[in-house]
């Protein structure tokens, strides 16, 4: 079993930067790709990044050049920094774990995201 509490999440202006974390407990999350979705109201569910444990990097199209996704194995932790933040990027940001290049085996509760015009 694998838990994770993201962390970061609040209210920015468009153009400005934001952080999120993801905190891994349990057994074997370290060897699992590590990524991040998120959820519009009225939208569904959509890929945004993810990681591998050799550091192989995913991104969707709409966040490449502006997120960059991380992890650092001895904290279990993944982060998410997003830079050049737009409304459309207003969202509830869900950390995800699990053996695919989208990987969603486990998911943490959501962070809300919120970016003023």
């Known amino acids: 079993q694998v838990q994770l509490v993201e962390s970061g999440g609040g209210l920015v202006q468009a153009g400005g930067p934001l952080r999120l974390s993801c905190a891994a407990s349990g057994t074997g999350f370290n060897i699992y790709v590590m990524g991040w979705f998120r959820q519009a109201p009225g939208k569904e569910r959509e890929f945004v990044a993810a990681m591998s444990w050799s550091g192989t990097t995913y991104y969707a199209d709409s966040v490449k050049g502006r997120f960059t996704i991380s992890r650092d194995n001895a904290k279990n932790t993944v982060y998410l920094q997003m830079n050049s933040l737009k409304p459309e990027d207003t969202a509830v940001y869900y950390c995800?774990?699990?053996?695919?290049?989208?990987?969603?085996?486990?998911w943490g509760q959501g962070t809300q995201v919120t970016v003023s015009s």
């Open positions: 995800a774990t699990g053996k695919s290049a989208q990987p969603s085996d486990y």
